[in-house]
């Protein structure tokens, strides 16, 4: 089992950025595919981004795809979103997210994903 704890999250104008980090304690990290997810007030949560157990694949939704980077240090057992060029509609909760997997492949449905954060609240002000 692991447990997330996810932090980075804030205020901020629109065309800035923000950093979120997801620290994992339990089961040793690389064993698991990483993701991000958000939540907008009245929406569903949704996908963002995806990292496998060693890092060599990723996959970010086409809604923030060249502004946001996931990436993360195995050796910190850390997962890492890096949100540039930040616009309102990025206004979320956002969660981090594990899967067990057997390979290192990138893992997209929120179904596949046994464990969670709480979340971090991003706010974009126009």
């Known amino acids: 089992q692991v447990q997330l704890v996810e932090s980075g999250g804030g205020l901020v104008q629109a065309g800035g950025s923000l950093r979120l980090s997801c620290a994992a304690s339990g089961r040793t990290f690389s064993t698991y595919a990483m993701g991000w997810f958000r939540q907008a007030p009245g929406k569903e949560r949704e996908f963002v981004a995806a990292?496998?157990?060693?890092?060599?694949?990723?996959y970010t939704a086409d809604s923030v795809k060249g502004r946001f980077t996931i990436s993360r240090d195995n050796a910190k057992n850390t997962l890492y979103l890096q949100m540039n060029s930040l616009k309102p509609e990025d206004t979320a909760v956002y969660y981090c997210?594990?899967?067990?997997?057997?390979?290192?492949?990138?893992?997209?449905?929120?179904?596949?994903?046994?464990?969670w954060g709480q979340g971090t609240q991003v706010t974009v002000s126009s």
């Open positions: 997210a594990a899967s067990n997997v057997r390979y290192s492949i990138v893992v997209t449905t929120q179904l596949e994903y046994a464990y």
């Open positions: 990292i496998s157990r060693i890092g060599d694949s990723t």
